[in-house]
Structure formats: C-alpha cells, structure tokens
C-alpha cells in the first residue's frame, strides 16, 4: 500500500484546512490514522478511523478535527477547523491490515504517507 498525503498549507488561526491521503491497493479496508510531529516533539497521534466509520481523537483536537473516508475517491480525509497555533506540524497519514488496540501509537501502522506540511499564523 502506498499513501499519498497532501492539502496542508498556511492558514490564519481560527481557519480550516482539509487534508486528504489517498491510498493504492486495497486501501479501503485498512485502519488508518493521521500523526502529526511539530519541530523538536514526537510524532503524535492525531485521529484514527476503523471500519470507514468508528472515529477515534486526540483529547487536543477533538470537536476541531473530522476524520472519514471519501470510498468513491479511496481516500480518507480530515477536515480542520477552528486551528490554532498550536496545530502547527508535519502531518503524516497511516494505514495497517487490521485494527489494533494501540492506534494511537505511531508503531502500530505498517504504512506512512510522506508527511504534508500545516502552518497555522496567530
């Protein structure tokens, strides 16, 4: 499987962005999760989705953040609103076979976007 991640760009504090990562193979049916990693911090866990329709958040995003899948396009999507500052990171999209109990964790999923760039302007 092979991810393709992209949408990030510069926005004002308060705005939205939509990311989309497309995904090759039998995507469709993976897990899949969106990291992101700001300079000099770890790759943290941002959203993951299960079965196309089970979300999971990071205490940090959730009621900003939306993850789903777009199955006529074989991608999944996350919309940001309300961003701030603090959003500001190399998002990365990843995907694994089966669902596990640590989705959270970066090690869990075999298969990694190449990252796209978020910046968010106080």
């Known amino acids: 499987v092979q991810l393709q991640a992209s949408g990030g760009g510069l926005v004002q504090a308060g705005g939205s962005l939509r990311l989309s990562c497309a995904g090759s193979g039998n995507f469709g049916s993976y897990a899949t999760a969106w990291f992101r990693q700001a300079p000099g911090k770890e790759r943290e866990f941002v959203a993951a989705?299960?079965?196309?329709?089970?979300?999971f958040y990071a205490d940090s995003v959730k009621g900003r953040f939306t993850i789903s899948r777009d199955k006529s396009k074989n991608t999944v999507v996350l919309q940001m609103d309300s961003l701030k500052p603090e959003d500001t990171a190399v998002y990365y999209c990843a995907a694994r076979s089966i669902w596990s109990v640590i989705y959270y964790r970066a090690e869990a999923y075999d298969y990694w976007g190449q990252g796209t760039q978020v910046t968010v302007s106080s």
């Open positions: 989705l299960r079965s196309g329709r089970f979300t």
